[in-house]
C-alpha cells in the first residue's frame, strides 16, 4: 500500500449504497479511490450524482480498465449474483481483498443461497474464503478472510440488540416477533419498479410477509450464536422516507431475569463497540438521531406484562446498514480504529 493508503476500487458506485460508500471513503485518511466503477454514466463525474462529495475523484469507468496488481480492495455494491462473478474472476490475486454489500457471500450454504435468492452460486468453493462480518462480532476473526460479506440492513437492525441476550440466554426463544421499518432507499433506486401499490412516497407498505430474504441470514446466525431452536416472526415494511431504519423486537424474558438485568448486558456490549449507543430504559426513539451516522441506538422498554419487554433497535440503512458498516470492516480489517472515517 503506497504512502500506508489503502487503494480502493467501488463497483457500483452510483447506487444509493455506492454513493455514500464514495462519500465516506473520500473523506477518510488512510484511504485512496483509484477507480469508481458503473455500468452507465462513464465518463461522468461523481459530484453529478451526489453533491455532498467535495473531493476531486476519478470520472466514472468501467471495470475493464482496472489495473487490479494496483488495488488493494475492493468494494462491490452490485445486485445479487453479479459480485461472485467478479470475485471468483479476480480472486487469483492473491494481495486483493474484497468487502462484498450483496447478499452472494452472507449464506454459507449454497443451497440455502439459492433457496432464498433463486441465484446458483458460481462461486461455491470461495465460500469458504468469505467471513459474514457485523464486526462488533467478528472483529477478531475478520483479519482472517480476504471475501468479507457485508451483512444486510434489516439483520444488522435485529442481530446487535438480540445476539448478546441470546449468548447468555437471557430470553426465551419460542415467540420472538421482529417489526421492521425502514426508508424506501434499501429497495435501491429502482423501488418503484420493486414495489408497485399505490402512493409509494406518501404511505407505509408491509411486504415480505412469511418469507423476506434477510430471514436467510437470521435463521443461519442466530443458529451460529445460539445452540437451542430459535422461532421468531420477522416482518418488514417501507417508509415514505428516503433513509433510517427502526427494529421493534418484542421479547419474553427467562424466568427470574429482569429488564435490569437485560439493560446490564446490553451496557457490558455497548462499552466494547464504539458505534453502540444505548438508552436508559423506558426511552421511546425513533431512526432521527442515526441518519447519516454509523451508529445503532437501542433501547429497552417494559409493557404491562411481567416479563414481555419491547427492544427498538434504530440505525441508518445506508450507513450502519451497508456502506458504513463496510467501512467499519475495512478499518478492523487493516488494523485501523473501528470509527476511522465514521466520525
Known amino acids: ?12 458506485a452510483t447506487g444509493f449504497v455506492g454513493l455514500d460508500l464514495v462519500y465516506y471513503l473520500s473523506r477518510h485518511p488512510k484511504v485512496k479511490i483509484t477507480h469508481l466503477c458503473a455500468q452507465k454514466n462513464i465518463g461522468n463525474n461523481i459530484q453529478k450524482f451526489d453533491s455532498r462529495i467535495k473531493k476531486i475523484l476519478p470520472n466514472i469507468s468501467s471495470l475493464n480498465e482496472v489495473f487490479w496488481e494496483k488495488v488493494d480492495l475492493l468494494y462491490l455494491s452490485l445486485p445479487n449474483g453479479e ?13 486483493l481483498k474484497f468487502i462484498d454489500l450483496s447478499a452472494d457471500f452472507r449464506i454459507q450454504n449454497p443451497n440455502e443461497y439459492k433457496k432464498w435468492y433463486t441465484l446458483k452460486h458460481n462461486a461455491k468453493d470461495l465460500i469458504k474464503e468469505s467471513i459474514y462480518s457485523i464486526p462488533e462480532f467478528t472483529k477478531k476473526k475478520i483479519k482472517d478472510y480476504r ?31 421482529i417489526d421492521s421499518k425502514s426508508g424506501f ?6 423501488y418503484k419498479n420493486k414495489f408497485t401499490h399505490k402512493n409509494i412516497d406518501n404511505s407505509i407498505f408491509a411486504y415480505g410477509i412469511e418469507k423476506h430474504r ?30 433510517g431504519l427502526l427494529s421493534t423486537i418484542y421479547i419474553k424474558s427467562k424466568k427470574d431475569v429482569s429488564i435490569e438485568k437485560i439493560y446490564n448486558e446490553l451496557k457490558k456490549f455497548k462499552t466494547k463497540n464504539i458505534f453502540i449507543k444505548l438508552l436508559k430504559i423506558n426511552t421511546p426513539i425513533g431512526s432521527g438521531n442515526v441518519l447519516n451516522t454509523n451508529n445503532c441506538e437501542i433501547s429497552v422498554c417494559k409493557t404491562r406484562h411481567k416479563r414481555k419487554f419491547v427492544i427498538f433497535s434504530a440505525i441508518d440503512n445506508l450507513v450502519k446498514g451497508a456502506s458504513g458498516q463496510a467501512i467499519q470492516n475495512m478499518n478492523i480489517l487493516y488494523g485501523y480504529k473501528a470509527s476511522l472515517g465514521l466520525k
Not at 3 to 11: C, D, F, S
Not at 161 to 174: A, R, V
Not at 226 to 234: A, P, R, T, W
Request: net charge positive.
Open 83 to 95: 459480485a461472485q462473478k467478479l470475485i471468483k474472476k479476480l480472486f487469483k490475486y492473491t494481495h
Open 185 to 190: 432507499s434499501g429497495a435501491g433506486k429502482n
Open 147 to 177: 471475501i468479507i460479506a457485508n451483512p444486510g440492513c434489516y439483520p444488522t437492525s435485529i442481530q446487535l440488540p438480540l445476539i448478546p441476550l441470546l449468548k447468555k440466554s437471557l430470553i426465551e426463544t419460542n415467540n420472538i416477533i
Open 214 to 243: 434477510h430471514m436467510s441470514e437470521l435463521d443461519q446466525e442466530f443458529k451460529n450464536n445460539y445452540k437451542g431452536n430459535i422461532e421468531y416472526s420477522f416482518n418488514p415494511h417501507l417508509l415514505p422516507t428516503f433513509r
Open 1 to 12: 500500500m503506497s504512502q500506508n493508503k489503502v487503494k480502493v476500487v467501488i463497483a457500483g
